[in-house]
């Protein structure tokens, strides 16, 4: 099974998972730690999630930014257990990973990245002509 | 091959582009809405949430019967979408061939006082005239469901009625 963490400062993490959810409805399991809102220490809360986990389950935990606190401490993490660890994330990637219909090899989750960095970009109006019937099919 | 006419007052938003697109397996996308097929810019706008991949075209309800009955139209798995039931119903009416009316979101931002409508679901929400063409589209020999995202299950909307 696919099991998802959104580990951020503040609240991002809990508003990523209501848009989320929002857009996608509820695909896969998703916790998230809204690190330094109050004094708890989250990484128990993490390393709790992790601990849960079982050998075939798909781990994966989306932190803000790199080299971010929050980052600090999971990467701190991957010594002790096996999950895939993306920083940086976007709406798309968190979509594009909720989604997919297969458990994704390293090769295709770095397509995945790839291709929700693109949806990070300035945006120009641009016209363009409509393809033609021909061009269509 | 129509493998989904969805109607989404919308039209083509991040869940329909990224979600319902992958799921169905669509090669083409085709927006049947008259005020959009007049819009440059709804055009550019619509097209920007279409995945580059993926065919796109925006037409009249009329020219898009006119595309469907293509025989080409056959060997694509075209995904149309419309924002009203009325213009599913001219297409169901008018074309052979498909698999599916998913009344997805529907009536909400037609400025209609909410008073004056029926509200089947959350987001549907009908004028008298679109449930006169509701009642009519579920009776055709096309299935007519409403299913927001794919992991909410379908249902039949003739039992919403």
Redesign the interface.
């Known amino acids: 099974m696919r099991k998802i963490m959104i580990a951020a400062h503040g609240y991002l993490a809990k508003g990523m998972k209501h848009t989320l959810n929002l857009?996608?409805?509820?695909?896969c399991p998703i916790e998230v730690i809204n690190a330094y809102v109050d004094d708890s220490d989250y990484t128990i809360e993490i390393e709790q999630f992790l601990k849960a986990a079982e050998s075939e389950d798909e781990v994966y935990i989306f932190t803000d930014l790199y080299g971010g606190s929050v980052n600090q401490k999971v990467t701190a993490l991957k010594l002790k257990f096996d999950f895939t660890l993306i920083t940086g994330f976007n709406l798309a990637v968190l979509?594009a990973v909720a989604?997919a219909s297969e458990p994704l090899s390293r090769e295709q989750l770095n397509a995945v990245i790839a291709e929700s960095r693109e949806a990070l970009q300035v945006?120009e109006?641009?016209?363009?002509e409509?393809?033609s019937?021909e061009?269509?099919? | 091959m129509i493998v989904d006419l969805r109607v989404d007052d919308r039209l083509i938003h991040?869940?329909v582009a990224?979600?319902w697109t992958?799921k169905l397996g669509a090669t083409?996308i085709v927006v049947a809405n008259d005020k959009a097929s007049q819009d440059?810019?709804q055009?550019?706008t619509l097209?920007?949430a279409v995945p580059n991949s993926v065919?796109?075209?925006?037409k009249s309800v009329q020219d898009a019967v006119d595309?469907f009955r293509?025989p080409?139209?056959a060997?694509?798995k075209i995904f149309v979408i419309v924002n009203k039931v009325a213009d599913a119903l001219e297409l169901v009416r008018n074309v052979e061939g498909i698999c599916r009316v998913n009344i997805a979101n529907a009536g909400r931002f037609d400025g209609i006082p909410e008073s004056e409508k029926k509200k089947l679901a959350n987001t549907i929400i009908l004028s008298d005239d679109e449930m006169s063409c509701l009642k009519e589209l579920v009776e055709s020999k096309v299935p007519v469901v409403t299913q927001?995202?794919?992991?909410?299950p379908e249902r039949d909307m003739k039992s919403l009625l």
């Open positions: 857009l996608v409805g509820e695909v979509v989604l945006v109006p641009e016209y363009s409509q393809q019937d061009e269509f099919f | 991040g869940q990224l979600i992958k083409g440059p810019v055009q550019m097209k920007m065919k796109f075209l925006v595309l293509n080409k139209a060997d694509m927001v995202v794919p992991d909410h």
